[in-house]
């Protein structure tokens, strides 16, 4: 059974840093592309950043790049987001994400979805 798992959301100040944990158990990252989504209140899911070893990828949202940085640690089966500078307009639940490597990063193409982390940046 494919599980994604994300914890490490919060409130947080404008300015202010906060890293997001996606443990995953049942795939491995060789052969999946695994990353994060977004949806703010009211908004569309969208794409904030996720890796494809397979294909050699590491993907930021234009929203996100500079400040986001996205990591693996193949031991710990785990995927991380730093987020530094947050944003108000960053607030979102976060999900964690799952495709073959051979897909598309897209919200209708994905195989597995972790059940979200709520980031509330205030001002």
């Known amino acids: 059974e494919v599980q994604l798992v994300e914890s490490g959301g919060g409130l947080v100040q404008a300015g202010g840093s906060l890293r997001l944990s996606c443990a995953v158990s049942g795939l491995t990252f060789d052969d999946n592309a695994i990353g994060w989504f977004r949806q703010a209140p009211g908004k569309e899911r969208e794409v904030v950043s996720y890796i494809n070893r397979d294909e050699g990828i590491i993907y930021y949202g234009d929203s996100v790049k500079g400040r986001f940085t996205i990591s693996s640690d193949n031991a710990k089966n785990t995927v991380y987001l730093q987020m530094n500078s947050l944003k108000p307009e960053d607030t979102a639940v976060y999900y964690c994400?799952?495709?073959?490597?051979?897909?598309?990063?897209?919200?209708?193409?994905?195989?597995?979805w972790g059940q979200g982390t709520l980031v509330t940046v205030s001002s």
């Open positions: 994400a799952a495709v073959e490597s051979d897909g598309d990063f897209v919200e209708s193409e994905m195989d597995y």
